[in-house]
């Protein structure tokens, strides 16, 4: 039996991330020769084939395109669970949960660290998630 003094945790896509003092932010790959961003980082671009770019933060509000609320999910995750594509400047589409149920199209979101899931051995899952800016 797990307990909370016992409870495991573990974070996922910890090489996407950053974090800081001001919280934690995605990295992202810009092609030097095309100047296209992509996440996840990428390290030969899909538009011009080079290998010449660079990782920088992904800076800023996203804005929610599109999204979905789960009823039903998998064992491991919490329903309901809501799922949306966030755009960000420089045309980055990023998908991730979102906290919190206040959610609508174009709402402006941050991105934070938090519970994604629980491994069916009890392990605590956190990654990066989207919370609306209130």
């Known amino acids: 039996m797990i307990t909370m ?72 995750f919490q329903a309901p669970l809501t799922i949306a594509y966030i755009d960000y400047p420089g045309n980055v589409r990023v998908c991730g949960q979102i906290e919190g149920d206040k959610v609508g199209i174009g709402e402006k979101v941050e991105i934070v660290l938090g519970k994604i899931a629980e491994d069916r051995d009890g392990t605590d899952v956190y990654s990066y998630k989207f919370k609306v800016v209130e």
């Open 5 to 76: 003094e016992t409870k495991q945790q573990r974070i996922y896509g910890e090489e996407w991330m950053e974090q800081t003092s001001e919280g934690v932010s995605l990295i992202v790959s810009e092609c030097q020769s095309c100047g296209s961003n992509w996440f996840p980082k990428k390290e030969i671009c899909p538009d011009c084939f080079s290998t010449d770019y660079r990782t920088k933060p992904l800076e800023g509000e996203g804005e929610i395109y599109s999204f979905t609320t789960l009823t039903v999910t998998s064992k491991e």
